[in-house]
């Protein structure tokens, strides 16, 4: 059995626990513990079930518009991707990419485009994806070269360029695409749009095949017209749309982490104590009891950091340090207790689609998309150096 102990911690509150209890008791009826050999099939699938039970709701913003508050709930969908994760990594896929590629939506887009697109996202019946980084342009936004150029009339813009490593790319219906507009220079001159599927000079150039499975590609734009009305925000301030987004998203990475590393903790577990070996039982070895005690310290830390990031942003606080640091702590500390299980498995724990496997090919790619653990680090630097600097004023 799990340990739940953590949904006491005050960071939460009682609708907070019984979110978690009902959504876990879901997942256990509706998804399958294991990858599938058709993923595009898989992905759409689960995006459908998610809609229909309620639980993409908590992925977007405003009760008006299918969600479940007129705000996004942080801790509320890294609970969701905390559970999820623990059953399935594509099943956690699913919901972060319907939150994350509808988020500027949600943020700062117009009320009509949030009563077009909310909905449909809130009950799966639109599949979302987010379509920020560039072959030379994925952690340092201002490379980026994909650009956009009003028309005289004002009525388009023409789209030239590529996205890559884009996340549902090739399945969604719909992607919010940053592009350089030209207000300013670097960051201060990109802009967002939402770009539905089948849009003529839109192409999806490639499907990319990673270590676990997930929809993924490469998408083009050849003189691609989008309408104004689908720009996301004002001109030039797409910079601003793209971090406020990820500032709610990058802590639910560490909760998605977390659900990895709970779950090889709770394999570990239950291998170590079932294990026989020279006469005893795996978790007698003092070398086993010294790890176990590393992988749930571990844990906890990460936890802590995760949820008083979460915490903090639904006060309506600035989180970027707090919200690095979670991503950092808690990707880098799955790693290593899901390294930490295989290893307690032997041979059983490099077999194909057994739990500790998927989780260790699951958890690979955390430590990267949404700016690698590099990233956090000069990102909480670069905070605590401006922050030194304002007292200093």
């Known amino acids: 059995m799990a340990d739940k102990s953590y949904l006491e911690w005050p960071f939460f509150e009682a609708r ?41 709701s908590h992925a977007i913003g405003g009760s008006a518009y299918g969600g479940s508050g007129d705000g ?14 623990r059953h399935n990594g594509l099943a ?11 988020g500027a939506i949600s943020l700062h887009g117009s009320d009509a485009q949030r009563a077009d697109y909310l909905p449909r996202v809130a009950r799966g019946e639109a599949i979302a994806a987010f379509a920020l980084s560039e072959p030379q342009a994925g952690s340092d936004v201002a490379a980026m070269r994909c650009a956009a150029v009003l028309e005289q009339d004002g009525g388009h813009y023409v789209l030239n360029g590529e996205k890559t490593w884009i996340s ?11 592009a350089r507009t030209g207000e300013q220079p670097g960051a201060r001159g990109i802009s967002a749009f939402i770009v539905d599927a089948g849009t003529p000079g839109f192409d999806i150039a490639e499907r990319i095949q990673v270590i676990a499975p997930h929809p993924l590609a490469r998408l083009t734009f050849t003189d691609c017209r989008i309408p104004a009305a689908r720009r996301i925000g004002e001109a030039g301030q ?45 978790s007698d070895f003092q070398l086993t009891q010294a790890k176990l005690a590393q992988m749930a310290t571990g844990v906890d830390a990460a936890a802590l950091l995760t949820y008083r990031a979460a915490w903090l ?45 998927r989780l260790y090919r699951e958890i690979r790619a955390l430590r990267i998309y949404e700016g690698a653990t590099e990233v956090q680090q000069l990102i909480i630097a670069r905070e605590l150096l401006r922050e030194l600097n304002h007292k200093e004023a």
């Not at 009826?29 to 229909?52: M, S, T, W």
């Not at 549902?168 to 940053?178: K, M, Q, S, T």
Request: proline share 1%; charged share 20%; glycine share 8%.
């Open 238 to 282: 797409g910079f601003k749309v793209a971090m406020a987004t990820l500032d709610v998203f990058r802590t639910s990475v560490a909760a998605a982490a977390l659900g990895f590393a709970r779950r090889a903790l709770d394999e570990a577990l239950a291998h170590a104590t079932q294990r026989q070996m020279f006469g005893q039982v795996l």
């Open 313 to 357: 942003r639904d006060q309506g606080r600035k989180v970027t340090k707090e919200a690095a640091m979670a991503k950092m702590t808690a990707t880098e500390t799955a790693q290593q207790v899901i390294d930490a299980a295989l290893q307690m498995f032997g041979g059983l724990g490099v077999v194909s689609e057994q739990p500790v496997e």
């Open 16 to 56: 907070h626990a019984e979110l978690e209890r009902q959504l876990d008791a879901w997942a256990a009826r509706h998804i399958a513990q294991h990858h599938e050999a058709d993923v595009d099939a898989a992905c759409r699938r689960l995006v459908r079930q998610l809609g229909e039970g309620g639980w993409l």
């Open 92 to 102: 956690d896929f699913a919901f972060a990419m319907q939150g994350l590629g509808s």
């Open 72 to 85: 996004i709930d942080t801790r509320a969908i890294c609970l969701i991707r905390e559970t999820l994760a």
């Open 168 to 178: 549902n790319g090739g399945i969604a219906d719909f992607y919010v695409v940053f």
